[in-house]
């Protein structure tokens, strides 16, 4: 099969894999947003920060690392695995006994017991961030289709069975473990791939001159995400931290499920071609192109219906979230942008360009968001648009040099389908005055929305449409074969 082919089915098995999980994630989050408060959401997203910090150790190094090498083997696999188990037990070791200090810091003794049951998913997650190097490495995306599916349909059923039996913040807990665990599981039994009784502590240093970089910049990115919300939990009240986390969730639903998907296939397809400078600007620019095509009219549509599509899918009590999840949606536009631009760069083996790249951002996305720190919540949401806008020219300079493909060109590529959706979002606006329930309302927009999208996209055959019309046309037919 063709670099090109199992770039097309690649995307065809992760988008299917994204969307499938996303829109059961999204019935989950639905059904225990019901049965639980939104401090409950509000504690275990503050326990979540010190996961994602410690985690940040065992899945931004020797993972993009085994990706990134062209020749990886047996070797370097199993000593990347028993590596990364050994580490990630010392990092539970660590915020296990961290637990204390942060329960006093943030005056919630529920803290302690709640996060070293959750510190267990870090080890658990050393052990599936081999696994999923090793699918993305052969572009097996078929094996996560599977293993994202079981997963989050397993979890979400113990998640709303403890939730409706009364667990609360716990139910939320075992959600998460479960999902991991269920995640390895199933990879287990459809990878053939196992660690073997060998160790090459040499071959790691080799990974290290690479992933040391992945890691910093790693941590640079997730900790400027995760400040957010340790300012947020502090400064403010969990619910404010909850109504913050649960705006910013279905904006960041949308996205996953595209952007994950584009980005997690380009890394390795390019780092394939890593020495084909034209082969490399050509899956940018595509990725870009149809990206934005279908990510950027979704996101528009759910600002512009975000009240009423809260007060219908999560009832009155979480409406001070609306202002959030606007904000957040133009925000989670510019990302896949962001993420391909940083592909680009990983794949060509240019970790040091990531690394001064993440700390020049996040120095000044730091210090902007402790300026406004105690000006309110929603400020600090405007920062973080700010910021993004920003780190969109600081991402795309790269590829200027690397590749010849600079913020100017890619703009001039995406703005078709930016004013294409900012006319679509002037529809579905002006829709929401007329004077109908909450249920027939969102349908209409809805309705208004794709068809001024797809009927402008039709008419003017516009080229993202016809590219990925043609995408599905192929892959169907190879299928049919």
Same mark, same amino acid.
């Given at each position: ?107 919630? /003794? ?58 609360? !913040? ?11 665990? $269920? ?106 192109? +149809? ?12 600002? $512009?219906?975000?009240? /009423? ?29 962001? +993420? ?9 083996? %240019? ?44 991402? +795309? ?17 995406? $703005? ?5 959706? +900012? ?32 009927? !402008? ?20 037919? %190879?299928?049919?074969?």
């Amino acid at each position: 099969m063709s670099n090109r082919e199992n770039l097309v089915s690649g995307l065809f098995w992760q988008f299917g894999e994204r969307f499938g999980a996303q829109a059961m994630s999204f019935v989950i989050s639905l059904i225990l947003a019901r049965l639980l408060i939104p401090e409950d959401y509000g504690l275990v997203a503050l326990l979540l920060v010190f996961i994602a910090l410690a985690n940040v150790f065992v899945t931004s190094s020797f993972g993009s690392a085994l990706i990134q090498k062209k020749n990886a083997d047996e070797l370097d696999f199993s000593s990347v695995f028993y590596f990364n188990v050994a580490f990630s037990l010392i990092l539970f070791g660590i915020v296990y006994a961290c637990a204390p200090a942060i329960a006093v810091y943030y005056h919630s /003794p529920l803290v302690v017991p709640t996060l070293r049951v959750l510190a267990l998913r870090i080890p658990l997650i050393a052990v599936s961030n081999v696994q999923h190097a090793y699918v993305s490495k052969h572009m097996m995306f078929k094996k996560y289709f599977f293993s994202t599916l079981a997963g989050t349909l397993v979890s979400g059923v113990v998640g709303i069975a403890l939730a409706y039996l009364g667990f609360g !913040v716990w139910a939320l807990v075992v959600n998460y473990l479960v999902h991991t665990v $269920m995640d390895i599981c199933v990879l287990f039994f459809t990878v053939k791939w196992r660690p073997k009784w060998m160790f090459s502590w040499q071959r790691l240093q080799h990974l290290i001159g690479y992933g040391w970089k992945m890691v910093a910049a790693g941590f640079l990115e997730v900790g400027y995400n995760e400040l957010r919300t340790l300012i947020i939990g502090k400064v403010y009240s969990s619910g404010d931290l909850a109504y913050y986390n649960k705006g910013e969730s279905f904006p960041r639903l949308v996205i996953d499920t595209i952007n994950t998907s584009i980005s997690g296939v380009l890394f390795p397809a390019m780092s394939r071609e890593q020495d084909n400078r034209e082969a490399i600007r050509a899956m940018v620019k595509r990725g870009i192109k +149809t990206s934005t095509y279908l990510l950027t009219p979704l996101l528009v549509g759910m600002a $512009m219906v975000a009240k /009423p599509f809260v007060v219908l899918l999560l009832t009155e009590k979480w409406l001070p979230c609306v202002p959030y999840l606007q904000v957040f949606c133009f925000v989670y536009i510019l990302i896949p942008l962001q +993420t391909i631009n940083i592909q680009t760069i990983k794949s060509t083996g %240019r970790s040091d360009f990531y690394l001064i790249l993440q700390t020049v951002k996040k120095v000044v996305s730091v210090a902007a968001l402790l300026l406004v720190m105690h000006k309110g919540v929603m400020m600090i949401s405007i920062v973080v648009l700010i910021i993004a806008i920003l780190e969109f020219f600081i991402n +795309t300079y790269p590829n200027y040099i690397l590749i010849g493909y600079g913020p100017l060109k890619q703009l001039q590529d995406v $703005m078709p389908n930016l004013l294409l959706s +900012t006319v679509m979002g002037g529809a579905v606006y002006l829709t929401g005055y007329l004077p109908l329930p909450v249920l027939p309302l969102l349908c209409i927009q809805i309705l208004v929305g794709l068809g001024v999208y797809g009927g !402008v996209s039709v008419l003017f055959r516009m080229e993202s449409y016809t590219f990925s019309k043609e995408v599905i046309k192929q892959f169907v037919a %190879r299928k049919q074969i």
